[in-house]
């Protein structure tokens, strides 16, 4: 008997299966696909990749064992419009496409920018499903005539798998669309925008069955990405901080109620614990910052190399600085068009300087994050969770623990989101009584980093530069009435 968890991802699908009486990984397979940007800007993927990618993966890990249970995950915000026959009416568009800040303004002048925290606990954001909306009805109306049914990507798959249109409150939280205090479709959003609600999927809770397979197998309703990658690290009470080092930059804490941040520089979102919510702080270029640095200055060269370059300068890389907006900004600056900068370069920096910079840049937003989402911890610092490719590498680690001023755990499995999702697949079939006994049975930690002493000084004069210095990069973009 195995649970099995899947992660419709930017990238690629994820699969993994677990022994449910030990947490051990049974099996894991990878299913690729390409993102297309037909524009600058512009994000989109044809949902038929994913759905390939999930047959290729799930039947890669299924095995000769019986399957007890079904959990899925994947990117939020991302927009499937579907027709009266469920037919895809045109690419998805993805959760970093940026095209929509027009639509976001309108929103924001629609609704008022503190009624729409209030509601959604969110402002509106470029990376969001209502936007997307927005501008379909605006760019192409007739494709927009023609919307039945609104999806999230890890949605359609379930379409395909079970024949169910549902979805779960934490990945709904990403919409804009949802009254997260009150776990329901927000009828005064939808009015406001002149949305149909009936286009909306059935919600569940994360962990409640939303359907089964051909096989007779259940589905858990599941949860975006980041809400079952903290269920992976065992984040699932106020505590212990979900910090993700991947594509994106991610910190998130559990909370117990809802509670949005009044300027909206963090997402407050239902969480995957029924009943529960997170604050969750995020940087679009984390991970994809190495990326881009070894895409333009070291094509070919493994991670692991340029990493071992960086390990050659010590903290602060004799001044260098990287601000890693490649992509524009979440949080703590909700900016769409700031931009990425190295400054304070000097003829003796080489390749290993910049990846230094980049390293601790990414770590810098990272404690920008931090700051935000544990508010006013009592007593020391609760430990990071970390997870994502960045993860793997010590040093990052080692930087990232200093940045944050706390110890940062690696746990024994590293797929935080697939795991995550096997975890509530295994809820909804019945293995485990709830989410928290199914992280107890399961989350183990595998080692602690700490923060390093002697970088200390180092890393708090790079903090206040890396702070000081966002008004040369960034927009100032700011929302009436917020």
């Known amino acids: 008997m195995r649970v099995v968890g899947l992660?419709?991802?930017?990238?690629?699908?994820?699969?993994?299966?677990?022994?449910?009486?030990?947490?051990?990984?049974?099996?894991?397979?990878?299913?690729?696909?390409?993102?297309?940007?037909?524009?600058?800007g512009w994000a989109e993927q044809d949902p038929e990749d994913w759905w390939r990618a999930a047959q290729e993966a799930l039947g890669a890990v299924s095995g000769g064992d019986a399957v007890a249970g079904i959990g899925l995950s994947g990117q939020m915000h991302g927009l499937v419009a579907l027709d009266d026959r469920d037919r895809v009416i045109r690419p998805a568009i993805l959760w970093n496409d940026q095209r929509t800040q027009a639509q976001c303004d309108e929103i924001t002048e629609r609704i008022g920018a503190r009624r729409l925290i209030e509601l959604t606990g969110n402002r509106a954001l470029t990376?969001?499903?209502?936007?997307?909306?927005?501008?379909?009805?605006?760019?192409?109306?007739?494709?927009?005539?023609?919307?039945?049914?609104?999806?999230?990507?890890?949605?359609?798959v379930r379409l395909r798998l079970t024949g169910e249109r549902a979805t779960d409150v934490a990945d709904a939280s990403g919409t804009l669309l949802l009254d997260v205090a009150g776990r329901r479709w927000s009828d005064e959003v939808l009015a406001a925008l002149e949305l149909d609600g009936a286009w909306l999927p059935r919600l569940h809770e994360s962990p409640e069955a939303s359907g089964v397979t051909a096989g007779g197998v259940p589905v858990?309703?599941?949860?975006?990405?980041?809400?079952?990658?903290?269920?992976?690290?065992?984040?699932?009470?106020?505590?212990?901080?979900?910090?993700?080092?991947?594509?994106?930059?991610?910190?998130?804490?559990?909370?117990?109620?809802?509670?949005?941040?009044?300027?909206?520089?963090?997402?407050?979102?239902?969480?995957?614990?029924?009943?529960g919510w997170q604050a969750m702080g995020v940087m679009l270029s984390a991970g994809n910052s190495l990326a881009?640095?070894?895409?333009?200055?070291?094509?070919?060269?493994?991670?692991?190399?340029?990493?071992?370059?960086?390990?050659?300068?010590?903290?602060?890389?004799?001044?260098?600085?990287?601000?890693?907006?490649?992509?524009?900004?979440?949080?703590?600056?909700?900016?769409?068009?700031?931009?990425?900068?190295?400054?304070?370069?000097?003829?003796?920096?080489?390749?290993?300087?910049?990846v230094r910079a980049v390293l601790e840049g990414v770590a810098c937003g990272l404690r920008d994050c931090a700051d935000l989402v544990a508010g006013d911890e009592p007593g020391p610092p609760a430990a990071g969770r970390a997870s994502g490719g960045g993860a793997r590498s010590t040093l990052w680690l080692q930087i990232v623990?200093?940045?944050?001023?706390?110890?940062?755990?690696?746990?024994?499995?590293?797929?935080?989101?697939?795991?995550?999702?096997?975890?509530?697949?295994?809820?909804?079939?019945?293995?485990?009584?709830?989410?928290?006994?199914?992280?107890?049975?399961?989350?183990?930690?595998?080692?602690?980093?700490?923060?390093?002493?002697?970088w200390l000084d180092a890393q708090r004069a790079l903090q206040n530069r890396y702070r000081a210095l966002y008004p040369a990069v960034g927009q100032g973009l700011q929302h009436p009435g917020v």
């Not at 419709?8 to 894991?28: C, F, H, N, Q």
């Not at 594509?247 to 239902?270: I, N, Q, Y």
């Not at 975890?423 to 485990?432: F, H, I, Y």
Request: proline share 8%.
């Open 7 to 40: 992660d419709v991802g930017t990238t690629a699908v994820k699969a993994i299966a677990l022994d449910p009486e030990s947490g051990r990984v049974l099996a894991r397979h990878e299913a690729t696909y390409e993102v297309a940007m037909p524009r600058p």
């Open 127 to 156: 990376g969001f499903t209502a936007p997307k909306l927005l501008w379909l009805r605006e760019h192409e109306p007739e494709h927009y005539a023609r919307i039945a049914h609104v999806l999230l990507p890890k949605d359609y």
């Open 220 to 275: 858990a309703a599941g949860a975006g990405d980041q809400s079952a990658g903290a269920l992976g690290v065992g984040v699932v009470a106020p505590g212990p901080l979900s910090v993700v080092v991947g594509t994106s930059g991610v910190v998130l804490g559990a909370r117990d109620a809802f509670a949005p941040d009044a300027e909206g520089r963090v997402h407050a979102f239902c969480h995957a614990v029924p009943g």
């Open 292 to 354: 881009w640095l070894r895409r333009v200055a070291a094509p070919g060269v493994a991670f692991e190399a340029l990493v071992e370059e960086a390990a050659a300068w010590a903290p602060g890389a004799d001044g260098v600085t990287f601000l890693p907006y490649l992509a524009g900004e979440r949080t703590p600056h909700p900016d769409p068009l700031a931009r990425g900068a190295f400054t304070g370069l000097a003829q003796h920096h080489d390749r290993g300087a910049l």
């Open 401 to 454: 623990a200093t940045a944050l001023e706390r110890p940062v755990e690696r746990l024994a499995v590293e797929e935080g989101a697939a795991f995550g999702a096997a975890l509530l697949g295994g809820v909804a079939a019945g293995v485990w009584d709830d989410v928290e006994a199914a992280v107890t049975a399961t989350v183990r930690v595998r080692d602690v980093i700490d923060p390093e002493p002697d």
